[in-house]
């Protein structure tokens, strides 16, 4: 089993950066791709960057394209989500991943693990 935890939310104002952490524990030898979701109060939870194990292929949602970077430092067993221009629509509750395997996927039903959240609230 592999434990998941996000840190590095907050409020911020449009416009602003955050950076959001990972700290995976436990089973962490095994190969697990890792994403970002996130979820706004009303809505679906939705898909927004992933990284395969290696960390050499990524894949971001359209709508964070260009503004969010997806990373993981293997060695520290972490992965981090660096967001710049933030957006009021970027506000959410949003959780880290891992899916098991070398592929990275966009597909959350592929996520077996799963973090408890940490909220970003960007205010316009």
């Known amino acids: 089993q592999v434990q998941l935890v996000e840190s590095g939310g907050g409020l911020v104002q449009a416009g602003g950066s955050l950076r959001l952490s990972c700290a995976a524990s436990g089973r962490t030898s095994s190969s697990y791709s890792m994403g970002w979701f996130r979820q706004a109060p009303g809505k679906e939870r939705e898909f927004v960057a992933a990284v395969n194990w290696g960390g050499r292929s990524v894949y971001y949602a359209d709508s964070v394209k260009g503004r969010f970077t997806i990373s993981r430092d293997n060695a520290k067993n972490t992965v981090y989500l660096q967001m710049n221009s933030l957006e009021p629509e970027d506000t959410a509750v949003y959780y880290c991943?891992?899916?098991?395997?070398?592929?990275?996927?966009?597909?959350?039903?592929?996520?077996?693990?799963w973090g408890q959240g940490t909220q970003v609230t960007v205010s316009s």
């Open positions: 991943a891992a899916s098991t395997g070398p592929i990275a996927t966009t597909r959350k039903d592929e996520y077996s693990h």
